[in-house]
């Protein structure tokens, strides 16, 4: 007896195996839901969507042209995605909780990869709407994470062309802008804002509400607890400023008249030539004084980004070295 149920549930399960084989060969114009797949009948499905085994649509999804979910994803709550999504197995996209999750185009979640989901912030209530707003050709990577905002007022928000690799954590009512990277295991707290270009090593962890500029560079293993202005690298524990990153700028096109003059900035506010120099607010007010530095917009843009970090509800300027000439 022990030996026919054997016989019938590998049967099944080859069954199973030669039916997921037909589903991945089909054409992406065929629509298709594999038969282990659960949809809700109010769901909605696009053009040539594509559902795997042992996926799950809830009854208030609306899955754009295109999107592929491959075995074992699930798409929950009141989620929208737009056309030609990606998830891999075990992704889970949207909650059951009110609210909205947004995805645009072009996304792909990686495996076990969740993403729309309730916050971890302790002044959640129960039953608050809350939002997260995805752009598009963003590509987050194995078992991330990326939470929904902590209330009605806020949104959690990321916007286009980013790679968030493996294990990263996105907290609640985050700014995420374009063309960023975080490489695996960046932990990003609540309320967290990432300007355009900035990049991040490995193992990186972000306190609440820092912010860091646009083109900024952070090293592996840093601990970031005040603000990073833009251009700038930081390294270290809690995370000092070690210069500009040269090497973002010029793979970013700045041109060599524009990086020279943010050297010359950097150098006048940071490495004062002797101890007895004025001090930093006075350094400031220097280059924003000076003939040709301070028409540069480049040298704007990050003057204006070192003063925003002492505006209020900021948590002020990171660390840097007091150099001398001794």
């Given amino acids: 007896m022990c030996a026919l149920q054997f016989k019938l549930s590998t049967k099944r399960l080859f069954n199973i195996y030669q039916t997921s084989l037909r589903f991945f060969s089909s054409s992406v114009s065929d629509a298709f839901i594999h038969p282990s797949a659960i949809v809700h009948p109010n769901a909605f499905l696009g053009q040539g969507v ?131 990277i975080f490489a695996n295991n960046t932990l990003l707290a609540g309320h967290v804002v ?37 251009y700038m690298m930081v390294a270290g524990e809690r995370a000092q400023l070690r210069g500009l990153n040269l090497e973002g700028l010029h793979r970013h096109g700045f041109t060599v008249a524009e990086i020279r003059s943010l050297r010359t900035a950097y150098q006048k506010i940071f490495m004062p030539a002797d101890a007895n120099s004025s001090g930093f607010e006075a350094r400031l007010a220097e280059v924003e004084l000076h003939n040709q530095l301070s028409h540069i917009p480049a040298v704007c843009s990050m003057l204006q980004s070192i003063r925003d970090s002492f505006k209020e509800k900021r948590r002020g300027l990171c660390k840097f070295r007091h150099w001398n000439s001794s």
């Fill in 50 to 180: 594509s559902v795997g085994p042992f996926c799950t649509v809830g009854s208030s999804v609306k899955l754009g042209n295109g999107c592929r979910l491959h075995p074992g994803s699930h798409v929950f709550g009141n989620t929208q995605l737009g056309e030609s999504c990606v998830l891999m197995t075990g992704a889970i996209v949207g909650d059951d909780i009110p609210g909205r999750t947004v995805l645009g185009c072009n996304n792909v979640i990686g495996h076990h990869a969740v993403v729309g989901v309730k916050c971890q912030d302790m002044k959640y209530k129960s039953g608050d709407e809350c939002f997260l707003d995805v752009g598009d050709n963003n590509e987050i990577r194995e078992y991330a994470s990326v939470h929904r905002s902590s209330k009605s007022s806020d949104t959690t928000v990321i916007g286009n062309n980013n790679l968030i690799m493996g294990s990263c954590h996105i907290a609640h009512d985050c700014k995420v802008g374009n063309n960023i």
């Fill in 194 to 230: 990432v300007e355009d270009y900035a990049h991040t090593a490995g193992a990186v962890v972000v306190h609440q509400f820092c912010h860091v500029g646009s083109f900024a560079f952070i090293g592996g293993g840093s601990v970031i607890a005040q603000d990073i202005p833009k």
